[in-house]
């Protein structure tokens, strides 16, 4: 299997002299993974060792990401994730065909032991999403998720409670998705196991909004990545 060979720079998409917001790639860790010593935290305190995460992503989760350059920065990032006035949207590619409302997901989530996140109403924490249908598919939908609280793998655990587990998500019961699964006419070639076109977690930090340290509005937009845009051509081409 290829390594990846990641270069910090290309992965900002707006930088100022407190923040940077970088695209983060999938398969890239936010803080080191034991797994993997590459992370986003020592790609960018190589460059200057100021540098702070203010948030994180899961490592197969792609999108935007803020990063503070300073104490001060980062504090000012910390007060506001803590009082809620971050803004994050998300994006996730979902089997089956979704509500066609918008809807208040209130399911209080705990961390079990094996690091899966579980509904727990008596000792979960407060947790909060807004997901509405994005575009509609023939057996996808593509959602947009708002977190309104900070819970680890929210958006995952909420998809996955409302029986709509985000493709690719096997820890939440999500599945790949194969090509057979999308054109009627597929053939498979005798004695060849299909590949998957795609198979790590379907889900893109599409923005994040927040006010600098002179209050000024911050509102970065993220591409996908290309091997969502390729899922996205397909679905679009076949299903």
């Known amino acids: 299997m290829k390594k990846n060979v990641w270069n910090a720079d290309e992965m900002i998409v707006y930088e100022d002299e407190n923040y940077a917001i970088i695209n983060k790639p999938p398969y890239l860790s936010t803080l080191e993974d034991r797994n993997d010593q590459s992370n986003v935290l ?33 504090r000012h990032a ?28 209130d399911v209080p989530l705990r ?11 008596r000792r979960g924490k407060e947790a909060t999403t807004l997901i509405r249908p994005k575009q ?13 609280t900070g819970r680890t793998h929210q958006i995952r655990a909420h998809l996955s409670y409302l029986d709509f587990p985000i493709c690719g998500d096997t820890m939440y019961g999500g599945e790949a998705i194969f090509l057979s699964s999308l054109k009627k006419d597929f053939k498979k070639k005798q004695h060849e196991e299909e590949r998957p076109l795609f198979s790590r977690v379907g889900l893109h930090s599409y923005s994040i909004k927040l006010t600098n340290v002179n209050k000024n509005i911050i509102l970065k937009i993220c591409d996908y990545p290309k091997d969502m845009h390729i899922i996205m051509k397909k679905l679009n081409k076949f299903n």
Not at 79 to 103: C, M, P, S, T, W
Not at 112 to 120: A, C, E, I, N, P
């Open 42 to 74: 020592s790609l960018f305190r190589a460059i200057d060792s100021n540098y702070q995460v203010c948030h994180r992503l899961d490592k197969e989760t792609s999108g935007a990401l803020l990063l503070a350059k300073n104490d001060e920065s980062y």
């Open 78 to 105: 910390a007060l506001q994730f803590q009082e809620r006035d971050v803004e994050k949207i998300y994006h996730a590619l979902v089997k089956g065909r979704f509500l066609n409302e918008a809807i208040q997901v």
């Open 111 to 121: 961390t079990s032991g094996s690091g899966k996140v579980v509904f727990d109403k």
């Open 136 to 148: 509609f598919f023939r057996d996808y939908t593509l959602v947009e998720a708002k977190p309104l």
